[in-house]
Nanobody
Framework: QFMLVESGGGLVQPGGSLRLSCTAPGRRLANLAIGWFRRAPGKKREELSCINSSGDNTNYADSVNGRFTISRDNTKNTVYLQMNSLKPEDTARYYC????????????????????????????WGQGTQVTVSS
């Protein structure tokens, strides 16, 4: 059972934009940091962005910094990834992730240097949404 649900993917031309959404039916995201990741065929998982529970701290991978913006609306129980200036190399399946297990999972980093970039820090995932950038 997937705890998170991603939506908003699709086919877009290079230079176009998409906004992805992440929600968790029946679960409250307001106290959780949320990360966005992607995986393209034949490539390893790529960390993209993370936002803390209050929304006042965000992190980005260099590959998307300046093009992608993460945000959240806790009143709607939704986290967004606004993607602008899309390139063909952005084609991938996009996932959001959270930690529903830890007692305190509000931040994108933890003790002893752990962070959202590490496998397992955000251990609950959705099924993903496909983004295809092509003319």
């Amino acid at each position: 059972q997937f705890m998170l649900v991603e939506s908003g993917g699709g086919l877009v031309q290079p230079g176009g934009s998409l906004r992805l959404s992440c929600t968790a039916p029946g679960r409250r995201l307001a106290n959780l940091a949320i990360g966005w990741f992607r995986r393209a065929p034949g490539k390893k998982r790529e960390e993209l962005s993370c936002i803390n529970s209050s929304g006042d701290n965000t992190n980005y991978a260099d590959s998307v910094n300046g093009r992608f913006t993460i945000s959240r609306d806790n009143t709607k129980n939704t986290v967004y990834l606004q993607m602008n200036s899309l390139k063909p190399e952005d084609t991938a399946r996009y996932y959001c992730a959270a930690n529903f297990v830890a007692a305190d999972a509000r931040d994108c980093s933890g003790e002893y240097g752990t962070s959202w970039r590490q496998p397992g820090f955000l251990g609950s995932w959705g099924q993903g949404t496909q983004v295809t950038v092509s003319s």
